[in-house]
């Protein structure tokens, strides 16, 4: 610390018994240093005295008495009286200004990185943006802070600032709260501070490529990406997704529409899932699922396109992989003259497909419990007189049994009239037909509704491939494809029921061999059902 500079003259002087002192201050008066000489062996001062002294001479602030023992001490000593700092007065401090407390991270354009517990960086996650979404608390003003007075050593007050209030409002998509202290989110989206203004944006460009500059995307609105999404990268939008250049083998996952200024080149890795229409120029060796319209225009290669709309490449090729339309299929070229294994399948709901089947096992498991009941009790309720002699607690298993059956069939018609009902709303959407407007080539394999067949000699279109009344494939002139009912208007899907166990069935003291009736539908009235008592 520099050394202060003092005042010409001192503010006080004494001189006593065995003593000589002056008490001189700094020029802004911050500081007390005291000159104090033993003139005599009856020198006996305490650091007490000096500061009764120093406090008489106008040195009323921040006396340090372990400063007036080292002052003494110094005296003592004798030889030339130097100044020694004996008291501070107490700077003035300014009050802090208005502070957000942001509770959600502002999108930035500087990665984040988090290390991990083994040290280990994450590069996928660079954090540049934080989702949020409707009425979630994103900041909150802190107020000013007021200033602190200072006082020089002599005691005059020195003034201090108070704090500014934070300069901030609210901007689209925000809402002030709690007297405005308190900013709401009011729609899903990102925080963007720009100035003094908190605002939610639903879109999120990036500048080039989906990349380690950017990391993985996740983001609850709208992206787009002028460049690439490149190889091993994942993004999620919740409002749409533009990609201006390529996909690569990614993981890309989409509410609202995708387009692809490029095409999908995955590598056999690409996974797509869009709850959306789809329109790029080509898909290569990716598999892409679309709950709307997928369009290509020039190509798709070994890859896997299931769609609840239809599919249209009207002036591109289909070559190998596998297509699933509900709402059929525009291609212009389907397959290759190499003979590339492909399969066009139209008026198929590749999300209820699998689920239909699963509950046709269902029902089948059902219809295999009621079997095992009726063959093992039927012969029972066939013949009275059997029944008639059972103890009364076979007669209580045989009733339970026979309630048991009846749950069973009551179960396995709410499925059966579930599944029927979906597949009503199926065949409302389904669109059974293939338009092939250029050619179509061996080894293609056609599925429209029941009908299947495999193309054996090369056909020039135009032409419509559609399924007559008898559920087998047909040759026609071109005609366009049908308007089905939207496939996001379809039922919801069945829940699969698990069949109850059974009960083993009571084994009767004359076994029979012959078959009885079905529980549950003529047992009551051929014979007396057991008694619940």
Known sequence: MAEAKLMGE???EEEGAGF????????NKMEGYLVLEKTGDDFALSPEDLAEKLNGGGVTVGVDTGRLGLAMRGAMKGGKAEPVLVARGTEPKDGEDGQIEFYV?????????ERGSDGSVDYHSTHLIENVFEAQEVARVLPPRPGVQGRTVTGETLDASDGEPAKVRAGKGVRVESGGELFVAEIPGRLVVEDDTLSISQSYEIKGNADYSTGDVDFVGQVTVSGDVQDDFKVKAGMGLEVRGTIGACGIEVTGPLT????????TRAEVHVEGPVRAKYVNEAKLEAA???????????????????????????????????RGIIVGTAGSEMGVATR??????????????????NVERIEQEIAHISEKIGPLLANPAILANLPTDKKKVVKRLLTQVRALKERRERIGEAREAVSHEIEAAAVRQVNVLKEIFPSVTVEIGAARSVIRKAQTGPLSLLENVDGALYEAPLTELKAGRAPGELVPEIAPEEPPKAEPPPESDEETSKSGPEPGEEAPESGPEPSPE
Not at 105 to 113: D, F, G, I, L, N
Not at 344 to 361: F, P, V
Request: aromatic residues 4%; charged residues 25%.
């Open 260 to 267: 692809v200024g490029g095409g999908i080149a995955g590598k």
């Open 105 to 113: 991270q502002p999108s930035s354009e500087e990665a984040r990185y």
């Open 344 to 361: 066009l399948s139209a008026g198929i709901d590749y999300r209820r497909a699998e689920r239909l089947r699963q509950t046709a096992e």
């Open 20 to 27: 000589r002192m002056a008490v001189l201050l700094s020029q």
């Open 10 to 12: 001192p503010i006080y």
């Open 292 to 326: 709307d319209d997928i369009t290509i225009e020039r190509e798709a290669y070994n890859s896997i396109l299931h769609t609840t709309g239809k599919v249209v490449c009207e002036q591109g090729k289909i070559i190998g992989g596998e297509v699933i339309a509900l």
